[in-house]
C-alpha cells in the first residue's frame, strides 16, 4: 500500500457514494480547494483530518496514516499535460506567464509568489453568454534577499 493507492481508493469511493468535495470539506473544516487537494495527494493532513476523512471514505487506520505521510507533490503525468481542462491552465501560464511575472515584479520588487503561504477560490460566475470559471490565487510575497 502507498499514498496512491489511499487517493484512488478516496476517489473511487467518491464517486460509488456521489459525493462532493464541498461537502467533504465542510466535514473537514477547511476550504474545499485544500481539501480535495489533499485528498488528492498534493497536501498533509494532521491525525484529526486524517480521521475525519477516514470517516468519510471508510479508511482503514492504516490508509489514514498514509493522508499524514507529506507527498511528492506535483500530480501531473507528462511535462505538458493531455487533459483538456489542465492544459488549458497550461496555456495561461504560457500565455501570460511572462505578463504576470513582469507584472509581479513591477508591483512588488524581485521576488516571487509563494505557493505554500497560499490560498485558491473557484467560484461559478454566472454570466448571460455562458457561465464563467472564476478563480482566485492568493500567495504571499516572498521578496529575495541579498547577502
Request: proline share 4%; net charge neutral; with cysteine.
Amino acid at each position: 500500500m502507498n499514498r496512491n493507492d489511499v487517493t484512488e481508493k478516496i476517489i473511487t469511493v467518491k464517486v460509488a457514494k456521489g459525493l462532493q468535495w464541498a461537502d467533504v470539506a465542510k466535514k473537514v473544516g477547511l476550504s474545499k480547494e485544500w481539501v480535495t487537494a489533499a485528498c488528492l495527494g498534493q497536501m498533509t493532513l494532521d491525525a484529526a483530518q486524517a480521521k475525519v476523512v477516514g470517516k468519510i471514505f471508510g479508511l482503514t487506520s492504516e490508509e489514514q496514516k498514509w493522508l499524514q505521510v507529506v507527498p511528492y507533490k506535483g500530480s501531473l503525468p507528462t511535462a505538458v499535460p493531455t487533459d483538456p481542462l489542465i492544459y488549458r491552465w497550461y496555456e495561461v501560464v504560457s500565455v501570460y506567464g511572462t505578463t504576470i511575472k513582469e507584472l509581479i515584479h513591477e508591483e512588488f520588487g524581485d521576488g516571487i509568489m509563494s505557493a505554500i503561504d497560499f490560498s485558491m477560490d473557484i467560484q461559478r460566475e454566472a454570466d448571460p453568454k455562458g457561465d464563467r470559471v472564476n478563480v482566485v490565487l492568493s500567495g504571499k510575497f516572498l521578496p529575495y534577499k541579498s547577502y
